[in-house]
């Protein structure tokens, strides 16, 4: 179980790092539009995949631990289902905005800002109990 656990834990910090990078690529090609749009896409296939791996796992652990429902376990499931919400509408919020000729670097820090807070909050959060 410690295995399953560790493996979590990991791949939680692996999306958090993925999160990080996705929040200051479009600061860092912020001059290179065309950059900015190829790499702000693959960004959003390495967050589906981290994302895609971090629910997995998680749902694993939870099956094989038998645990009870908790405060710590519920979040994370509103927080697997909030991430790929909020993550959507800052792919479509960009392409409205890129298609009108606008950066929308800050609109997309802010949306990558409130997804790590997110999860760094329920990660403290479960460590604690």
Do not use: C
């Amino acid at each position: 179980m410690e295995v399953l656990i560790g493996y979590h834990r990991h791949l939680v910090e692996a999306l958090l790092l993925v999160l990080g990078v996705n929040l200051l690529l479009p600061y860092l090609l912020r001059h290179d539009l065309p950059k900015r749009v190829f790499y702000t896409r693959i960004g959003y296939f390495v967050f589906w995949a981290a994302w895609a791996m971090v629910a997995f796992s998680g749902l694993m652990v939870w099956i094989f631990a038998g645990r009870p429902h908790t405060l710590p376990v519920d979040l994370m499931i509103v927080l697997v289902l909030l991430l790929p919400i909020l993550d959507g509408y800052r792919a479509i919020r960009l392409k409205k905005l890129w298609l009108a000729e606008q950066d929308g670097i800050g609109f997309s820090m802010a949306v990558v800002g409130i997804e790590i807070a997110l999860v760094t909050l329920v990660t403290v959060l479960s460590l604690s109990r």
